[in-house]
C-alpha cells in the first residue's frame, strides 16, 4: 500500500511516499525557518500562505523522486492536528481535494503520534512497549507507548516547553531563530561552572517538567551580568542553559523507565536533536541495560514522511473517509484509540 | 474610584498570592492586558488567577498555542499571547475578535502585537523585575476596571 503523507502543521511543508511492503520511498521539506527568523517565531499567516504555494510543488517533487504517478497511490495521511488552525487547513484541504479527485481514502493523523512513531522509520526499530519523550517548541511529554493509538501521559510541562525555553533564552541572550541550534552552537564556548541555574523539578518525584523558572533565571542573570553582558558571558549562560534543560530531560526519562519497569526509550521532537541530550541519554541508558532510539536529525522536526508512516499504520486496519473534514487545532494525544 | 494600584512582588509566591486576590475582583466581561518583558511573570500572574477560580490544571504558556482557554466557576477565561505575531492583521485572521465578550475574561499578554485592533483594555497590568522581586502596577482605563480596583483595595 503506497501512502502520501501531508504535513503542514506549523512553519515545515513535508511531503513523503511510505509504501507498506518497501519503506520510505521519498520524501521532501520546505522550511519557513528563514522567513519566520527575523520575527523570532511562527507567523500564523505567514505559514498558511507559504504551505498553499509549497504543497503541489512537493508532492509532484517526491512523486518523480520514488518514480511513481498519482495513480499509484492508495491513500492519502495528512496532519489533522494540533496545530495552526490556517495552515491546518491548507494541508487538511489539498488532501481532501486529492484524495476526492482520485478516489482514495484519507486519513487524518495526529501530529505528535506521528513524532512518536518517527524513530520505527529507522533500522533496528524498537518493538512495543517503550517509553516516549517528546520535546519541542510546543510539547514536553513522557508517554507509554504500548501500541500504535495506545499512549498513556507519564508526564507534561506545567508551563512552557523545553523548546519554547531555548527558543525565549536565545531571544533574551540576543541570538537568532530557532533558539536550540544557536544555543547549541554558543554552548560550545561556554565555561562550565561560571554561573548556575536551577533545575526545576528534578526531584519532585514526578515526572512532569516546568521550563518557566529557568527562562526567569536566565533573565535575572542577563540582568546581574548588566554591562559586562560579553560573548563569553553569553556563552557560559547558554552553556548552564544548556546543561539544566538536558539533566533535567535524561533524569526524567530515566525514572519512567525504572516507573513503568520498561527498558526501552525513544526520544523524538526538535530537540531531540540537540547532541548534548543525545550524549546524556546514551549515557544514562548504558549505564542501566537499556536502549534508546532516535530518528534522524532530519526526522526531528516536522516531516512528510512521520505523517506517511503514522497514515500507513492506521490505514493497514480498514478506514472510510466521506472526504468531509475538519482540523483540530488542540487535540490531546491521550484521546486517540488503536485502529 | 480608583485609577491605579501598585504593589512590590518579592518573589514568585508573592505573584501568585496576588494573582488570587485580583481573581475575586474580575468581572466577566472585563479585558486586561499583561505588559511585561520574558520572564517578568505574567503566566504566572495568570496562574495565580485561575487557580483562585477553582482551576486545579495545568496553566501552560500560550505561546505556541496563541491562547488557552477555560472554563472555570463563574466566567469564560482566555489567556492570550501575541508573542508570536508579527503583523496585527494576524488578529483577524486567527479570528480571535469573537473571544471578547460579556461571558469572558480576557487576560492579554503582548497586547502591542495586535495594535489597535485588539478591543480596549479595561485595565493595564505592567509587571517589571526589581531584583529577585516584581513591581506590578495596575491602572484603570474604563469605569469598570476602575470599579474593579476599587473593590481591590478592600479585598
Redesign the interface.
Known sequence: MLILGIESSCDETGLALYDTKQGLLSHALHSQIEMHAEYGGVVPELASRDHIRRALPLTRHVLNQAGKTLQDIDGIAYTQGPGLSGALLVGTSIAEALAFSLNLPTIGVHHLEGHLLAPLLEANPPAFPFVALLVSGGHTQLMRVSAIGDYELLGDTLDDAAGEAFDKTAKLLGLSYPGGPAISRLASQGTAGACQLPRPMLNNGDLNFSFSGLKTAVLTLVNQYGNQLDEQAKADIAYEFQEAVTEVLTKKCMAALRNTGLDQLIVSGGVGANARLRERLDAATKRRHCHVHYPRLEFCTDNGAMIAFAGAMRMQHAHISDHGFTVRPRWDLAELQTP | MAQDFTLTLPD?AATLAFGEKLARVLEPGLNLYLHG?????K??LV?GILRALGHAG????P????VEPYTVSRLNLYHFDL?????P??WD??GFRDYFNPQSLCLVEWPEKAQELLPAPDIDVRIQ?MG?GRHIRLIANTDSGKQCLENLNSV
Open positions: 514568585e518583558d520574558l520572564g517578568a511573570g503566566t504566572t496562574r495545568k496553566v501552560k504558556s505561546t505556541y498555542t496563541l508573542y508570536r505575531f508579527i503583523d492583521e494576524e485572521a486567527a523585575p529577585q
